[in-house]
């Protein structure tokens, strides 16, 4: 193996709120914060281990047609429907991104309007 995936950089208005809900959407916990106010996200096993850690970094105004980030989540402990349900109980909101509605998978967009989709299939937890 050449590389691995270790970090995702995500820009962000509000690091401190948007690390918060994406560390208990995905069961992560707070690595580390940075002066500039970045903020660090990961699995128990922190930076380095099998998943990817996620860093917020503040910035202002986003720039114009520019994507910031795009996950893909696979349920690990309920199906696909429990988990939307549970996603869409945290605050996520249902996002159209161009999809035919023939889709296995659900986008929806996280509380500063990143879209992520919730796949079909189910994994293995780490």
């Given amino acids: 193996m050449a590389c ?29 914060r940075e002066e500039d106010g970045a903020v660090e996200i990961g699995p128990e096993a922190g930076f ?11 910035v202002g105004e986003y720039p114009e047609g520019r994507s910031r980030l795009h996950l893909d989540l696979n349920a690990t402990d309920r199906d696909q429907d429990a988990e939307l349900q549970r ?4 605050g996520a909101t249902p996002a159209d991104v161009g999809q035919t509605g023939d889709e296995s998978w ?21």
Avoid: M
């Avoid at 691995?4 to 690595?31: N, Q, T």
């Avoid at 998943?51 to 503040?58: D, G, I, S, Y």
């Avoid at 992520?116 to 299939?121: D, I, K, P, S, T």
């Fill in 4 to 32: 691995r995936l270790s970090e995702i950089v995500v820009d962000s208005r509000d690091p401190e709120a948007l690390a918060a809900w994406w560390a208990e959407v995905l069961g992560y916990r707070v690595l580390g």
């Fill in 48 to 58: 380095g281990g099998a998943a990817p850690t996620l860093v917020f970094t503040p």
């Fill in 87 to 90: 996603l869409l109980d945290l």
């Fill in 106 to 126: 659900h986008v929806l967009a996280d509380p500063e309007g990143n879209p992520f989709c919730l796949l079909r299939r189910r994994l293995d937890p780490l």
